[in-house]
């Protein structure tokens, strides 16, 4: 299946970000989940609707540890991803097939002022450090940011 580009834009996360460490080519490698939702508006006036769309994303490596040190519940994302084409035999014997949303960029829409709120809200009120490097723009080679798995 070919790459398919997939934006997501002006989207809220629904939770925190998980962040675990997973097996990868050359060792453990970080792996991070999230939930970004965004609105769509149709119509005008009276006839106006809002329709949400909600985007399981994976992020890898050092962007994934970033995002969990990052963001929060209600943080502001620009996402710019693809879908890949998931298939996998279940503990059942029977054939999974699904699509993963992975992040190829990611843009932080929050303020410093506002992240820090939010987290002094969620209860962990330590002033964020600067990110040692921009996760957003800053594209590497495929293979130094996803797994051997992925």
């Given at each position: ?65 970033h995002a969990a040190a990052y963001l929060g519940k209600g943080s502001h994302v ?60 800053h594209r590497k080679a495929r293979s130094e940011h996803l797994p051997g798995h992925?």
């Amino acid at each position: 299946m070919a790459n398919v580009q997939v934006i997501q834009r002006h989207a809220h996360l629904a939770g925190a970000v998980k962040l675990e460490f997973v097996k990868g080519r050359d060792g453990k490698v970080a792996k991070a989940v999230l939930i970004a939702i965004s609105n769509q508006h149709r119509g005008s006036g009276e006839d106006r609707e809002e329709m949400a769309t909600a985007i399981l994303w994976t992020l890898w490596a050092k962007q994934a540890e970033h995002a969990a040190a990052y963001l929060g519940k209600g943080s502001h994302v620009n996402i710019v991803g693809r879908v890949r084409n998931n298939q996998y035999q279940g503990s059942d014997g029977a054939e999974v097939f699904a699509l993963d949303f992975v992040v190829d960029e990611i843009d932080y829409l929050d303020s410093r002022a506002e992240a820090e709120a939010r987290r002094a809200r969620d209860g962990g009120a330590e002033p964020l450090a600067a990110p040692t490097r921009s996760t957003s723009g800053h594209r590497k080679a495929r293979s130094e940011h996803l797994p051997g798995h992925a």
